[in-house]
């Protein structure tokens, strides 16, 4: 079956340095991937999202790598800025590709803390 | 708007009590979903409507009801419930074509609290 899994659960950087957090997944067939950042005390926001058919995608100060290979996608969140501090999880769609609304499947999270 | 609006924030109840959870967007979206998330803990799928009728319940226990009155409002009834049901409960939607596009928009969520 599909699990999505990150490998650390906090992240300290320093206000102003690049982040990266990491994120694993089993299912070779999965297609489609989400990141969202959870803020305390509110619901999940959408910050990007990839397809298999591309390894890279920028948005404004972030970019989500996908390694096929190895089954593992990144979120880089450059020049880090207090309001970054969240929780940020990697999700994918459960169900198989081509089906209809299914929901998500989210990863355990990383908790990022941006140093003054 | 790309608002989804659940209500009430908090909500505090017996075990014994009756409460609804209501949930409402205006973006055209006929898939919603309800998601259950624990502290330090990632979200995890409840149920799911699509084009308003009941697609997937993830063994959800019955002393939860999900109704999906219209496209736009989502509703989760409570009874019964016991301490361990104390969590984050969240609301989203998203186009029903999983193809094309299954961002999902969520909620700010409902905190419960079961005593």
């Known amino acids: 079956g599909e699990s999505v899994g990150l490998h650390l659960p906090t992240l300290s950087v320093q206000e102003g340095d690049n982040s990266i957090i990491n994120c694993a997944y089993s299912?070779?067939?999965?297609?489609?991937f989400i990141w969202y950042k959870q803020e305390s005390g509110k619901g999940p926001q959408f910050i990007i999202d990839i397809r298999s058919n591309m390894d890279k995608r920028q948005g404004q100060r972030v970019t989500v790598l996908l390694n096929k290979t190895v089954k593992h996608l990144s979120l880089q969140i450059a020049a880090t800025q207090p309001g970054d501090s969240a929780v940020y999880f990697c999700a994918e769609p459960k169900g198989e590709a081509g089906g209809g609304a299914d929901g998500l499947t989210f990863g355990k999270g990383t908790h990022l803390i941006i140093q003054p | 708007d790309t608002e989804v609006t659940q209500t009430p924030k908090h909500l505090v109840m017996g075990m014994t009590n009756k409460k609804s959870l209501k949930c409402e967007q205006h973006?055209?979206?006929?898939?919603m979903y309800w998601y259950k998330q624990k502290a330090k803990k990632p979200p995890e799928l409840m149920f799911v409507y699509s084009y308003e009728k009941l697609s997937i319940n993830e063994s959800v226990p019955s002393r939860f009801s999900p109704e999906c009155p219209n496209s736009s409002l989502l509703n989760l009834h409570l009874h019964a419930l016991q301490p361990e049901d104390s969590a984050l409960y969240l609301c989203?939607?998203?186009?029903?074509?999983?193809?094309?596009?299954?961002?999902?928009?969520f909620g700010q969520g409902t905190r419960l609290t079961v005593v």
């Open positions: 989203a939607s998203s186009q029903s074509d999983r193809v094309s596009n299954t961002e999902a928009f």
């Open positions: 299912n070779s067939a999965s297609d489609y």
């Open positions: 973006m055209g979206h006929r898939a």
